[in-house]
């Protein structure tokens, strides 16, 4: 297997390291951000890692704060705000390095449909914006959002449905129908992941 043109096995935990600082970004169910740092120093601590200078930090956190409605929160705990304000935050960190791509792992499941429903406006403007996204999610309404839904079952990619020129809605009826048909085919239920 190939990680950026070299083989995998030949790769020490130091470049993986580095490779997944440069290139990924991570957002998680329960935002994963360390309580006793500030919202600022939580977003910024993927680039502290990095070595970069404080100024540059902030040149980047700014207009990224300002677009996703964190910034008069910036000096905030994340046991003094809201859980979509800590998703916003989880959001900013693990885009504040511009990585090739976004690994979403149930970004709504803490969240309350308003809040959803932001983090799935973000997540879109994002998207329109170039970034890559591969969301794991439960929830249809979430996966209604995306460009190309994956239906996985026992390990296997089982289903696909592209959006092409559909609207969040018909998707959501799309992914709707194809679960129905997958439940099924498979009587004893189970989950499935969109």
Known sequence: MLLDGKTLSKISDKELAAFRRQNLGFV??????????????NIFLPLVLAGMQYDEMEKRLIPLAKVLGI?????????????????????????????KLLLA???TGALDS???????????????????????THSVKA???????????????????YRGE???????????????RMLSQNPQGGEQDA
């Open 71 to 99: 910034h008069d929160l910036l000096g905030k705990f994340p046991y003094e705000v809201s859980g979509g304000q800590k998703q916003r935050a989880a959001i900013a960190r693990a885009i504040i390095t511009e990585p």
């Open 166 to 180: 559909a609207t969040n809605k018909e998707m959501y009826q799309r992914i709707s129908d194809s679960l129905t």
């Open 105 to 107: 792992d149930e970004p």
């Open 28 to 41: 998680f169910q329960n935002f994963n951000l360390l309580d006793n740092f500030t919202l600022r120093d």
């Open 143 to 161: 996966a209604s959002h995306a460009g190309r839904v994956l239906f996985i079952k026992d390990g296997v990619i089982f289903h696909q449905i």
């Open 114 to 136: 308003k809040s959803t429903d932001s983090l799935l406006d973000v997540f879109g403007k994002l998207n329109e914006g170039g970034q890559t996204i591969v969301m794991v």
